[in-house]
C-alpha cells in the first residue's frame, strides 16, 4: 500500500462525512503520445501495468494499473495504447468513461516542454469539457526539465485550459510527483460529490 500520509488522512475523513465514495474509483488517463501516460501509471501502480480491451463499437486496447490508497478505496487507473488508437477514436472513448460507467474522473497528460503536443491537448480538453461531468486536472510532465518554475498561465494560455480546472507540474516517473496530481483529483471527486450531496437535499 502506498503511503499518502497527511493527504489520505484527509481524503479519508471527508469520505467518512457522509460521502459516497465508490470503493473502487476508475480515473482515464488520456495524452497525446509520449506525454507521459504509461509512466504516469506505472510509476504509483500496486500492480504490473496490463493489457486491457475496451469495448466500444470496435475493441480499443488500453493499459491498465490500481493503486490500494486505503482500506477503504482502490483507484484503477486506465489508459489507451496511443500507438493502437487513432485520434478520431477518442470521442469514443469519452463516450463510454463518463461518470456513468464508472469513471469518476480523468488525468490529462501534456508534456510542458513539447508544443507539438499542444493542439491535440487541447482537443482533448475541449472534448473532456463537452461530453465528461467528472473532474479533471492537467499533468504537466517533463515540467522538472524545464529552468525554473512551470510557467502555469502561460500553459494554461496555450492549452486554453478553463479556469478552475488545476494544471499540476509532474514528473511522472517519480512516484511522490505522480501521487501528487492524483490526490488533487480525488480531492476535486470528492467536492464534486459534496456539492451533489448537498444539493439533493435542499
Not at 40 to 62: G, N, R, Y
Not at 142 to 150: F, M, R, T
Request: hydrophobic share 40%; charged share 20%; net charge negative.
Amino acid at each position: 500500500m502506498l503511503q499518502y500520509g497527511h493527504a489520505v488522512a484527509q481524503v479519508k475523513l471527508r469520505m467518512t462525512d457522509g460521502i459516497n465514495v465508490p470503493q473502487i474509483t476508475r480515473i482515464m488517463v488520456m495524452g497525446a503520445k509520449g506525454s507521459g501516460k504509461s509512466t504516469f501509471i506505472q510509476s504509483v501502480s500496486d500492480i504490473e501495468v496490463t493489457p486491457l480491451i475496451l469495448s466500444l463499437p470496435d475493441a480499443i486496447e488500453m493499459e491498465y494499473g490500481q493503486i490500494v490508497v486505503s482500506d477503504d478505496l482502490r483507484v484503477q487507473l486506465v489508459t489507451p495504447q496511443t500507438n493502437a488508437v487513432p485520434f478520431d477514436a477518442v470521442n469514443g472513448i469519452w463516450n463510454n468513461t463518463t461518470r456513468d460507467s464508472g469513471y469518476m474522473g480523468h488525468i490529462i497528460v501534456v508534456d510542458s516542454t513539447d508544443p507539438d503536443h499542444y493542439p491535440a491537448t487541447r482537443m482533448l480538453i475541449e472534448t473532456c469539457q463537452i461530453q465528461s461531468r467528472a473532474p479533471y486536472v492537467v499533468a504537466a510532465t517533463h515540467s522538472d526539465k524545464i529552468p525554473g518554475q512551470l510557467d502555469r498561465n502561460a500553459l494554461r494560455k496555450a492549452l486554453s485550459v478553463p479556469r478552475g480546472i488545476s494544471i499540476i507540474p509532474c514528473n511522472a516517473t517519480d512516484a511522490e510527483s505522480s501521487e501528487n496530481v492524483l490526490m488533487q483529483l480525488m480531492y476535486e471527486i470528492i467536492d464534486l460529490q459534496i456539492q451533489e450531496e448537498r444539493a439533493s437535499i435542499q
